[in-house]
C-alpha cells in the first residue's frame, strides 16, 4: 500500500510536470509588466553571425534563438528591431526604444546604464590579418599598426582603453571590418572567431586567415542580455527565464551554432605564443596536486590517477606536449601547503576560487555541474530545496556549501561527514534527510557501491564549479592552462564527463513497479472522474451559498450604514490610521482642528503635533511609541497637545483602538478636545506651586556653581530638617513642661518643700536643656559649609547624621543597622559628607514609608580596605525602578511630587562625592532593596 501511495504522489508530480514544466515563478507585478510591454523589444543585428544576423528578413543566431526559447518559457512575444549600427542600439535602449539587447558584454561604462542578466555564452576573440602577415599573432605586435573595429563593439572599446597605441578604423559591422581588411585599408582586425569565420565563409571573402586568439583575459567575451536600468524588472523576469533553462536545452543550442561542425582548431604553432612555448619546453615536466579520493572527479584506483580531471589533463598534455607528474594528497588544505612550498606546481581540483587568493591564481572555471539533492526513495520527490532546509542535511565538513545553508535557514541541522561516501553513506543509513551533490559524483557512487536506497529526487540552481590554480609567480604557466582549456570543445568535455557519470534525473521512477503504475493510472482516472462529479455538485451548493452571502452583504450594508452616521456624526474628532498615516476622518476632527479633510488626509498625528509635549519629549518619538503599544495592547489612552489651523496649541484626550478593517491592521483615534479641562487644571496647579515656581524661576534665572547648587540642596532640605527638630525637641520639650508643673503644683500644695526632690527635678530639666542645645549644634553644623579640607574620623560623621534623622525613623518605625569600623579617619570635607549621607538616609526612610508593612529596615556599614573606604547604606524598601535607575543622579529628576523634591538632592551628592571628595558614588539594587555605596580615598596615617 506504500508502494501504491508512492507511485500516486510520483504520478501526480509527473501529470503536473506535463503542464507546469515551462512555468516560471514570477511575481503579481512582474506578470503586469509583460502584459503592458509585450512585445518586448530587442536587437536583430545584420551581419553578427553565428550569434546575431538577418538572412532574407529573418532574424537568425545562438543568441536569437537564446531569447526565443526564454520568450517561449516566460509567454510572452517578441518584436526584432533590425538595420541600426551597434551604437544606434544602444542609443536606442537608452531612449525606451529598445527593450534589451540580446548579445552584450558589461564593462564599467556600460554598467552606469544597463542591468546585465547573467552569462549564458563565453567568447573569445582572435586576431585577423590579410595573407603575408601571419606575423602579427600578439598584441604586442600590433602597435603602431591599423585596425579595423566594428564601432562600440566589446573588443573595441577594450583595445581603446587597453591599447591606446593601436589606432583604429571604426566601422558598422564585422563584415564591413572584414571587407575593409581584404582591400587593404587596414592590417588586422579582432572579432569572436566563430563569427567572423561565418562571415568569411557566407560572403566568400578570401586572403583572409586567423593568427592567434587575444592572450588577455580581459577581452574574453563573456555574453549576458542587457536592459535599460530604468527597466530592472525585465532584467528579473530574463533571470528567472534564464534560471529554468536546462543544461541539455542550452547545449542543442550551441551544438546548433557550433558544434556541427567543430571549429577547427589553431596548430600548436599558433596556439601558444613563443614565450609559452619556450616556457614549457624548459620546463617540461608540471607537479600537479590531485586528490585521491574525489571519485570520480579525481581519484587513485590500482596505483593509476582517473577521474574526469585527469582526462582533461590528458587533452591538455596531447596538444601542448606538457608532461604531468601526478603528487597525489588526501585533502585540499594539504594540496594547499604543497602548492605555496612549491612541491606542486598545480592543483587540479579547486571549488573555492576565494580559498587561495593571497598566493594563487585560479583559472577560468571548466567544470560546472548543478548540485542535486539525493535523499533515500521512500521519500517524497522535493519540489525544491527551500521545502526541505528544515530537514538534516549531510555536508562535508569543509564544503563551502556550508554556510550558504546557514544563510537560507540558520538554524538548519547540519551533519558534517568527511568525504562524498560517507555524506551518502548518512542519507541511505537514515541519519540524514538529504545531501547535495554534483550529478557525476552522485552518480558514481550510488552506482558504484549499489547504494540502492538512493536516488536523485531534484536539481537545485546551485553550481559546483571546479577551477584549477597556480601560484603567483607562475603567470605564464596560468596563462597557458587557461588558453588550452579554452581549446577543449563543450563536446568533448561532455563526453568526458558522461563517460564517467552513470545515472541521470530519469532515476527518480522505479520501473519494478511498472504492473503498480498502471493499476495507479486506473485508480487516478476514477479519482478524477468522482471528482468531476462533486465539483458539479459543489458548483450547485456554491450557488446556493451564493445567495445566503447575498443576504448577508445587505445586512452587512444597513450595519455600515448605522457605523457611517455613528462614525461622521459623532460629537467627538474620529480619524482612521493605516501605517501611520491618516486615511479617512469625521467632520467633528475638522471642527477641533480648524482644517479641512484635504488638509488631514495622508497626514501624519506627528504633523498636527508641536514638536515638542509638555513632558519635554519629542512628538515624533512618542507617536511611534504609542502606534507600537496599541497594536501589540489593543487599546491605549492618553493625553496629548495637537496644533490646529491657526497654529494654536490644544489639550485633547486621545483613545487609540486597533482595529481591522478588509484584513488590514488600522487603528481607530477618538480625539476629544479638554482645552478648558487643562485651563482649569492649570490654574489650580499655578495656586498649588506658585510659591515654588517662583523660586525655581528665580534659580533658573542665576548661573549656579557648584557649590551655591550645594547650598541650594540644603536649603530644599531646610522643611525636613525643622520636621526633624520638632521631632527630636517634642519629647524633652515635654519633659520639661511636665517637670516645671510638678514643681508648682508641688510649691502650691506644699509649702516645705523637700530640697532634694527640688534639685532632682531642676537636673532633668538641665539635663533636658543641654540635649535640645546639642541638638542646634548638630543642625547649625550640618549648614556649615565646608572651606577647607580637615582630618576627621568616619564614625563620628555618620552617627552625627544618624542622630539628626534618628527620631524622625524612630516616628515612622524604621530600624537602622550599624556596622561601623572605628579609627577610620579621612582627609576631606566632613560637612558636605554628612549632607550626602542624610541625603541617602532621607531617601531610604521616604522609599520605606511608601512601603505597607513592618520590619522597615536601613543597613550602614564601612569596610577598609587598601586604597580607599567604602560606606554601604542598604534599605529593604523595594528597590528602584530599572528603567530610571539610570536617571537618578540626573538634575532635576525626580520621583517624588513637585512639592516633595526638587530632583536635586542625588545629583548633588554625586558632584560632592565624585568632584570634591574625588571618590565615587553608585548606586544598585540588592536583595529586596537600593544599595549606594560611597568610596572615598583612603591612606594609612
Given at each position: 500500500?506504500?508502494?501504491?501511495?508512492?507511485?500516486?504522489?510520483?504520478?501526480?508530480?509527473?501529470?503536473?510536470?506535463?503542464?507546469?514544466?515551462?512555468?516560471?515563478?514570477?511575481?503579481?507585478?512582474?506578470?503586469?509588466?509583460?502584459?503592458?510591454?509585450?512585445?518586448?523589444?530587442?536587437?536583430?543585428?545584420?551581419?553578427?553571425?553565428?550569434?546575431?544576423?538577418?538572412?532574407?528578413?529573418?532574424?537568425?543566431?545562438?543568441?536569437?534563438?537564446?531569447?526565443?526559447?526564454?520568450?517561449?518559457?516566460?509567454?510572452?512575444?517578441?518584436?526584432?528591431?533590425?538595420?541600426?549600427?551597434?551604437?544606434?542600439?544602444?542609443?536606442?535602449?537608452?531612449?525606451?526604444?529598445?527593450?534589451?539587447?540580446?548579445?552584450?558584454?558589461?564593462?564599467?561604462?556600460?554598467?552606469?546604464?544597463?542591468?546585465?542578466?547573467?552569462?549564458?555564452?563565453?567568447?573569445?576573440?582572435?586576431?585577423?590579418?590579410?595573407?603575408?602577415?601571419?606575423?602579427?599573432?600578439?598584441?604586442?605586435?600590433?602597435?603602431?599598426?591599423?585596425?579595423?573595429?566594428?564601432?562600440?563593439?566589446?573588443?573595441?572599446?577594450?583595445?581603446?582603453?587597453?591599447?591606446?597605441?593601436?589606432?583604429?578604423?571604426?566601422?558598422?559591422?564585422?563584415?564591413?571590418?572584414?571587407?575593409?581588411?581584404?582591400?587593404?585599408?587596414?592590417?588586422?582586425?579582432?572579432?569572436?572567431?566563430?563569427?567572423?569565420?561565418?562571415?568569411?565563409?557566407?560572403?566568400?571573402?578570401?586572403?583572409?586567415?586567423?593568427?592567434?586568439?587575444?592572450?588577455?583575459?580581459?577581452?574574453?567575451?563573456?555574453?549576458?542580455?542587457?536592459?535599460?536600468?530604468?527597466?530592472?524588472?525585465?532584467?528579473?523576469?530574463?533571470?528567472?527565464?534564464?534560471?529554468?533553462?536546462?543544461?541539455?536545452?542550452?547545449?542543442?543550442?550551441?551544438?546548433?551554432?557550433?558544434?556541427?561542425?567543430?571549429?577547427?582548431?589553431?596548430?600548436?604553432?599558433?596556439?601558444?605564443?613563443?614565450?609559452?612555448?619556450?616556457?614549457?619546453?624548459?620546463?617540461?615536466?608540471?607537479?600537479?596536486?590531485?586528490?585521491?579520493?574525489?571519485?570520480?572527479?579525481?581519484?587513485?584506483?590500482?596505483?593509476?590517477?582517473?577521474?574526469?580531471?585527469?582526462?582533461?589533463?590528458?587533452?591538455?598534455?596531447?596538444?601542448?606536449?606538457?608532461?604531468?607528474?601526478?603528487?597525489?594528497?588526501?585533502?585540499?588544505?594539504?594540496?594547499?601547503?604543497?602548492?605555496?612550498?612549491?612541491?606542486?606546481?598545480?592543483?587540479?581540483?579547486?571549488?573555492?576560487?576565494?580559498?587561495?587568493?593571497?598566493?594563487?591564481?585560479?583559472?577560468?572555471?571548466?567544470?560546472?555541474?548543478?548540485?542535486?539533492?539525493?535523499?533515500?526513495?521512500?521519500?517524497?520527490?522535493?519540489?525544491s530545496l527551500n521545502t526541505i532546509l528544515d530537514k538534516t542535511v549531510a555536508v562535508r565538513d569543509d564544503s563551502d556549501l556550508i554556510p550558504l545553508l546557514q544563510t537560507l535557514n540558520p538554524n538548519?541541522?547540519?551533519?558534517?561527514?568527511?568525504?562524498?561516501?560517507?555524506?551518502?553513506?548518512?542519507?541511505?543509513?537514515?541519519?540524514?534527510?538529504?545531501?547535495?551533490?554534483?550529478?557525476?559524483?552522485?552518480?558514481?557512487?550510488?552506482?558504484?557501491?549499489?547504494?540502492?536506497?538512493?536516488?536523485?529526487?531534484?536539481?537545485?540552481?546551485?553550481?559546483?564549479?571546479?577551477?584549477?590554480?597556480?601560484?603567483?609567480?607562475?603567470?605564464?604557466?596560468?596563462?597557458?592552462?587557461?588558453?588550452?582549456?579554452?581549446?577543449?570543445?563543450?563536446?568533448?568535455?561532455?563526453?568526458?564527463?558522461?563517460?564517467?557519470?552513470?545515472?541521470?534525473?530519469?532515476?527518480?521512477?522505479?520501473?519494478?513497479?511498472?504492473?503498480?503504475?498502471?493499476?495507479?493510472?486506473?485508480?487516478?482516472?476514477?479519482?478524477?472522474?468522482?471528482?468531476?462529479?462533486?465539483?458539479?455538485?459543489?458548483?450547485?451548493?456554491?450557488?446556493?451559498?451564493?445567495?445566503?452571502?447575498?443576504?448577508?452583504?445587505?445586512?452587512?450594508?444597513?450595519?455600515?450604514?448605522?457605523?457611517?452616521?455613528?462614525?461622521?456624526?459623532?460629537?467627538?474628532?474620529?480619524?482612521?490610521?493605516?501605517?501611520?498615516?491618516?486615511?479617512?476622518?469625521?467632520?467633528?476632527?475638522?471642527?477641533?482642528?480648524?482644517?479641512?479633510?484635504?488638509?488631514?488626509?495622508?497626514?501624519?498625528?506627528?504633523?498636527?503635533?508641536?514638536?515638542?509635549?509638555?513632558?519635554?519629549?519629542?512628538?515624533?518619538?512618542?507617536?511611534?511609541?504609542?502606534?507600537?503599544?496599541?497594536?501589540?495592547?489593543?487599546?491605549?489612552?492618553?493625553?496629548?497637545?495637537?496644533?490646529?489651523?491657526?497654529?494654536?496649541?490644544?489639550?485633547?484626550?486621545?483613545?487609540?483602538?486597533?482595529?481591522?478593517?478588509?484584513?488590514?491592521?488600522?487603528?481607530?483615534?477618538?480625539?476629544?478636545?479638554?482645552?478648558?479641562?487643562?485651563?482649569?487644571?492649570?490654574?489650580?496647579?499655578?495656586?498649588?506651586?506658585?510659591?515654588?515656581?517662583?523660586?525655581?524661576?528665580?534659580?533658573?534665572?542665576?548661573?549656579?556653581?557648584?557649590?551655591?547648587?550645594?547650598?541650594?540642596?540644603?536649603?530644599?532640605?531646610?522643611?525636613?530638617?525643622?520636621?526633624?527638630?520638632?521631632?527630636?525637641?517634642?519629647?524633652?520639650?515635654?519633659?520639661?513642661?511636665?517637670?516645671?508643673?510638678?514643681?508648682?503644683?508641688?510649691?502650691?500644695?506644699?509649702?516645705?518643700?523637700?530640697?532634694?526632690?527640688?534639685?532632682?527635678?531642676?537636673?532633668?530639666?538641665?539635663?533636658?536643656?543641654?540635649?535640645?542645645?546639642?541638638?542646634?549644634?548638630?543642625?547649625?553644623?550640618?549648614?556649615?559649609?565646608?572651606?577647607?579640607?580637615?582630618?576627621?574620623?568616619?564614625?563620628?560623621?555618620?552617627?552625627?547624621?544618624?542622630?539628626?534623622?534618628?527620631?524622625?525613623?524612630?516616628?515612622?518605625?524604621?530600624?537602622?543597622?550599624?556596622?561601623?569600623?572605628?579609627?577610620?579617619?579621612?582627609?576631606?570635607?566632613?560637612?558636605?559628607?554628612?549632607?550626602?549621607?542624610?541625603?541617602?538616609?532621607?531617601?531610604?526612610?521616604?522609599?520605606?514609608?511608601?512601603?505597607?508593612?513592618?520590619?522597615?529596615?536601613?543597613?550602614?556599614?564601612?569596610?577598609?580596605?587598601?586604597?580607599?573606604?567604602?560606606?554601604?547604606?542598604?534599605?529593604?524598601?523595594?528597590?528602584?525602578?530599572?528603567?530610571?535607575?539610570?536617571?537618578?543622579?540626573?538634575?532635576?529628576?525626580?520621583?517624588?511630587?513637585?512639592?516633595?523634591?526638587?530632583?536635586?538632592?542625588?545629583?548633588?551628592?554625586?558632584?560632592?562625592?565624585?568632584?570634591?571628595?574625588?571618590?565615587?558614588?553608585?548606586?544598585?539594587?540588592?536583595?529586596?532593596?537600593?544599595?549606594?555605596?560611597?568610596?572615598?580615598?583612603?591612606?594609612?596615617?
Amino acid at each position: 500500500m506504500n508502494n501504491i501511495l508512492k507511485i500516486i504522489f510520483i504520478l501526480l508530480i509527473f501529470i503536473g510536470t506535463l503542464y507546469s514544466s515551462n512555468t516560471i515563478n514570477l511575481t503579481e507585478k512582474e506578470k503586469e509588466f509583460l502584459k503592458n510591454n509585450s512585445p518586448i523589444r530587442v536587437q536583430n543585428e545584420m551581419n553578427w553571425p553565428p550569434f546575431n544576423f538577418n538572412e532574407d528578413g529573418i532574424p537568425k543566431g545562438f543568441s536569437v534563438d537564446y531569447m526565443n526559447l526564454l520568450a517561449k518559457k516566460l509567454g510572452v512575444e517578441l518584436e526584432y528591431i533590425t538595420g541600426p549600427s551597434w551604437d544606434e542600439f544602444m542609443q536606442m535602449l537608452q531612449e525606451d526604444k529598445l527593450d534589451a539587447i540580446i548579445n552584450i558584454s558589461k564593462n564599467k561604462e556600460r554598467k552606469k546604464s544597463i542591468a546585465f542578466t547573467s552569462i549564458y555564452h563565453t567568447a573569445a576573440n582572435a586576431i585577423y590579418v590579410k595573407k603575408g602577415n601571419e606575423e602579427l599573432n600578439t598584441l604586442e605586435k600590433l602597435k603602431d599598426k591599423v585596425l579595423v573595429m566594428p564601432k562600440g563593439f566589446f573588443a573595441q572599446k577594450a583595445l581603446e582603453k587597453y591599447y591606446p597605441q593601436i589606432k583604429q578604423i571604426l566601422v558598422k559591422d564585422s563584415l564591413e571590418a572584414l571587407k575593409y581588411l581584404s582591400l587593404g585599408k587596414a592590417d588586422a582586425t579582432i572579432g569572436k572567431k566563430n563569427v567572423l569565420d561565418y562571415i568569411i565563409t557566407q560572403n566568400n571573402i578570401s586572403g583572409i586567415l586567423p593568427t592567434n586568439y587575444i592572450d588577455d583575459n580581459r577581452m574574453v567575451s563573456l555574453i549576458r542580455v542587457g536592459v535599460a536600468k530604468e527597466k530592472v524588472i525585465l532584467r528579473d523576469i530574463i533571470e528567472k527565464a534564464q534560471k529554468s533553462v536546462s543544461d541539455k536545452e542550452l547545449l542543442e543550442l550551441k551544438r546548433k551554432w557550433f558544434g556541427t561542425r567543430d571549429i577547427e582548431r589553431f596548430t600548436l604553432k599558433n596556439f601558444l605564443n613563443v614565450d609559452e612555448l619556450s616556457y614549457i619546453s624548459q620546463k617540461r615536466v608540471f607537479n600537479v596536486c590531485t586528490r585521491e579520493d574525489l571519485l570520480p572527479i579525481e581519484f587513485v584506483e590500482d596505483g593509476k590517477n582517473r577521474g574526469i580531471v585527469i582526462d582533461i589533463l590528458e587533452k591538455i598534455s596531447n596538444f601542448t606536449n606538457m608532461k604531468f607528474n601526478y603528487i597525489n594528497v588526501t585533502s585540499f588544505n594539504e594540496a594547499s601547503y604543497f602548492l605555496k612550498s612549491g612541491k606542486c606546481d598545480i592543483i587540479s581540483t579547486v571549488t573555492n576560487e576565494n580559498e587561495l587568493n593571497s598566493f594563487s591564481f585560479n583559472t577560468n572555471s571548466y567544470l560546472n555541474f548543478k548540485l542535486a539533492i539525493i535523499t533515500q526513495k521512500n521519500q517524497p520527490v522535493v519540489s525544491s530545496l527551500n521545502t526541505i532546509l528544515d530537514k538534516t542535511v549531510a555536508v562535508r565538513d569543509d564544503s563551502d556549501l556550508i554556510p550558504l545553508l546557514q544563510t537560507l535557514n540558520p538554524n538548519i541541522n547540519i551533519l558534517k561527514s568527511k568525504n562524498h561516501r560517507s555524506t551518502l553513506d548518512k542519507v541511505a543509513s537514515g541519519e540524514a534527510y538529504f545531501a547535495l551533490e554534483p550529478l557525476p559524483i552522485a552518480s558514481y557512487y550510488i552506482s558504484k557501491f549499489a547504494m540502492k536506497n538512493l536516488y536523485i529526487s531534484r536539481y537545485t540552481n546551485l553550481l559546483y564549479s571546479v577551477n584549477m590554480s597556480v601560484t603567483k609567480r607562475d603567470l605564464e604557466l596560468i596563462n597557458i592552462i587557461n588558453k588550452s582549456l579554452n581549446m577543449i570543445t563543450e563536446k568533448e568535455y561532455m563526453d568526458t564527463i558522461d563517460k564517467w557519470s552513470t545515472i541521470s534525473f530519469e532515476t527518480i521512477f522505479d520501473f519494478t513497479y511498472f504492473w503498480e503504475i498502471v493499476i495507479t493510472l486506473t485508480l487516478f482516472i476514477t479519482i478524477f472522474s468522482y471528482r468531476h462529479y462533486i465539483l458539479d455538485k459543489l458548483n450547485r451548493d456554491l450557488k446556493k451559498a451564493n445567495e445566503v452571502i447575498e443576504k448577508k452583504t445587505i445586512e452587512l450594508a444597513k450595519q455600515k450604514m448605522l457605523f457611517e452616521t455613528l462614525y461622521y456624526k459623532s460629537a467627538d474628532g474620529v480619524i482612521l490610521i493605516t501605517n501611520g498615516i491618516f486615511t479617512d476622518c469625521n467632520e467633528s476632527i475638522l471642527k477641533i482642528l480648524k482644517l479641512n479633510k484635504n488638509e488631514i488626509i495622508n497626514s501624519t498625528l506627528e504633523d498636527i503635533s508641536p514638536i515638542l509635549q509638555p513632558n519635554n519629549h519629542f512628538s515624533k518619538e512618542l507617536v511611534h511609541v504609542y502606534i507600537e503599544k496599541t497594536l501589540k495592547d489593543g487599546v491605549i489612552d492618553f493625553e496629548w497637545v495637537l496644533t490646529d489651523g491657526t497654529h494654536k496649541n490644544i489639550w485633547t484626550e486621545i483613545v487609540l483602538t486597533a482595529i481591522e478593517i478588509e484584513n488590514k491592521k488600522v487603528i481607530h483615534a477618538v480625539i476629544r478636545d479638554i482645552t478648558n479641562r487643562k485651563i482649569l487644571e492649570q490654574k489650580l496647579e499655578d495656586l498649588n506651586l506658585n510659591l515654588e515656581k517662583r523660586v525655581e524661576e528665580e534659580i533658573k534665572k542665576n548661573e549656579i556653581n557648584t557649590q551655591q547648587l550645594i547650598q541650594q540642596n540644603r536649603l530644599a532640605q531646610m522643611g525636613e530638617m525643622i520636621s526633624m527638630i520638632a521631632h527630636q525637641w517634642r519629647q524633652p520639650l515635654s519633659a520639661i513642661a511636665a517637670t516645671t508643673n510638678n514643681l508648682v503644683l508641688k510649691m502650691i500644695i506644699d509649702d516645705n518643700l523637700d530640697r532634694k526632690y527640688f534639685e532632682k527635678e531642676l537636673k532633668l530639666i538641665t539635663n533636658y536643656s543641654q540635649y535640645l542645645s546639642s541638638t542646634i549644634d548638630d543642625f547649625r553644623n550640618f549648614f556649615k559649609s565646608d572651606k577647607e579640607k580637615v582630618e576627621f574620623e568616619l564614625k563620628d560623621i555618620i552617627e552625627k547624621s544618624i542622630s539628626i534623622i534618628k527620631t524622625s525613623m524612630e516616628s515612622n518605625e524604621i530600624k537602622i543597622d550599624e556596622n561601623i569600623e572605628d579609627e577610620i579617619y579621612l582627609y576631606s570635607y566632613p560637612s558636605e559628607l554628612q549632607q550626602v549621607i542624610l541625603n541617602i538616609l532621607k531617601n531610604a526612610e521616604d522609599a520605606l514609608c511608601e512601603r505597607k508593612g513592618k520590619n522597615r529596615k536601613i543597613f550602614i556599614s564601612t569596610l577598609k580596605e587598601k586604597n580607599k573606604v567604602v560606606i554601604s547604606i542598604l534599605d529593604n524598601g523595594g528597590g528602584i525602578d530599572k528603567n530610571i535607575i539610570d536617571k537618578i543622579f540626573d538634575p532635576y529628576f525626580s520621583t517624588k511630587n513637585k512639592k516633595d523634591g526638587t530632583g536635586l538632592g542625588l545629583y548633588m551628592s554625586k558632584i560632592i562625592i565624585n568632584e570634591h571628595c574625588k571618590g565615587s558614588l553608585k548606586v544598585s539594587n540588592y536583595q529586596n532593596g537600593a544599595l549606594f555605596s560611597i568610596e572615598l580615598p583612603y591612606k594609612e596615617s
